[in-house]
């Protein structure tokens, strides 16, 4: 079965500054194992991407060593409120670290978000890492300055609904859901191995998030490795790896009728393109199995976190091949495609 290239919005390489969890090669090859085709990059890296200078950088060394199209959002700080806007064109969006997350970006004042909300180009993609009341402010401010804004990894009851109250009034809010907060509760994944930001849920957020799927535009992976032994230590860094295993996981829902395959199209390329305004790519289309058996297990996947939340879960359906501007660049396990074959989407 043909499906078009995925497109995963939220995505975090580790390269600069962390390369031995994950780079831009690794990270990308991952993408194109898991039947993405174009990536967006966050932007809380060491140093962090948060003006022309670490963006002309990061994406430098992305068009060295990605094996899919890429872009790279920009991270909004104290510091950068009035320089932003003329890195828009060249960047995925601005994020918002709104609350508590892995790395040094983060918003405290309210001021400072509205600065934020008023520079940043209304047409441009405006995303927020913003939980319970935070998001609840979030969404205020967004209607106040009457502009768009996607929230990142909606995970709780309350959070869904709240979104739904939004979109029920007209505001212009959109949003993603995570794999692990769509398949696990915190229950699953006791001790460090489930440090996540946001946290996962119980069952009734579990199950009000899949009630509400007519309110999820995107599903995004929120890709965010850490090796095995890093997250087994006292003080684990939060993030799951999850590239390789999200269409696994949701072709198994498909098999399940918990999803339609339109669901799945829809949520994690039609969407995703039209809320961040990503180019279409010629002659490009993953071919999936819908009947493939299989165990997801860490071993052989591409990403260097070495890890899975979802280690012993059988699948139904998998990737067979990924096609990118005309070239195979994943077929039998394998991916083909050069370091560097990946273009910047702008
Ligand atoms: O669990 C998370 N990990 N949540 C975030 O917001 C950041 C991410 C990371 O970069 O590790
Ligand atoms: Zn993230």
Not at 40 to 45: E, F, G, V, W, Y
Not at 129 to 147: P, V
Not at 261 to 281: A, C, G, H, Y
Not at 303 to 325: I, M, N
Request: hydrophobic share 40%; net charge negative.
């Amino acid at each position: 079965m043909r499906l078009p290239g995925l497109i995963d919005p939220h995505v975090h390489m580790r390269e600069p500054g962390a390369t031995y969890k994950e780079d831009w090669a690794s990270g990308t090859a991952a993408a194109v194992a898991g039947g993405f085709t174009q990536i967006l990059a966050m932007p809380n890296t060491e140093p962090p991407v948060v003006d022309g200078a670490s963006l002309a950088h990061t994406v430098s060394l992305a068009e060295a060593k990605a094996h899919c199209d890429f872009a790279q959002f920009l991270g909004a700080t104290a510091e950068n409120v009035h320089q932003t806007a003329d890195c828009a064109d060249q960047s995925a969006g601005l994020k918002l670290y709104l609350d508590q997350t892995y790395g040094p970006l983060r918003l405290e004042s309210l001021d400072l978000w509205k600065a934020h909300f008023l520079a940043w180009p209304k047409d441009r993609p405006l995303v927020a890492h913003a939980e319970g009341r935070s998001m609840a402010a979030a969404i205020l401010m967004a209607a106040l300055t009457d502009r768009p804004l996607h929230l990142a990894h909606v995970a709780t009851r309350e959070e869904i609904l709240l979104v739904r109250a939004a979109k029920e009034k007209g505001l212009k809010v959109t949003c993603e859901v995570t794999p692990h907060h769509l398949f696990l509760t915190s229950a699953d994944l006791p001790g460090g191995r489930g440090e996540v930001r946001p946290r996962l849920g119980s069952d009734e957020d579990v199950r009000a998030l899949w009630e509400n799927l007519a309110v999820i535009d995107c599903f995004a992976t929120d890709h965010a490795p850490h090796t095995a032994a890093e997250k087994d230590c006292p003080d684990p860094p939060p993030g799951f790896p999850g590239l390789e295993t999200a269409l696994p996981l949701f072709l198994t829902a498909v098999s399940e009728g918990r999803l339609t395959l339109e669901d799945v199209v829809l949520r994690m390329s039609d969407n995703v393109r039209k809320i961040f305004k990503i180019p279409t790519q010629p002659d490009t289309w993953i071919e999936v199995d819908l009947d493939a058996k299989r165990e997801i297990t860490a071993e052989g996947l591409y990403s260097k976190a070495g890890w899975t939340p979802f280690e012993g879960w059988q699948t139904r359906g998998c990737v067979q091949q990924v096609v990118l501007r005309g070239e195979t660049v994943f077929q039998h396990g394998k991916v083909l495609a050069q370091p560097g074959f990946g273009n910047r989407i702008r």
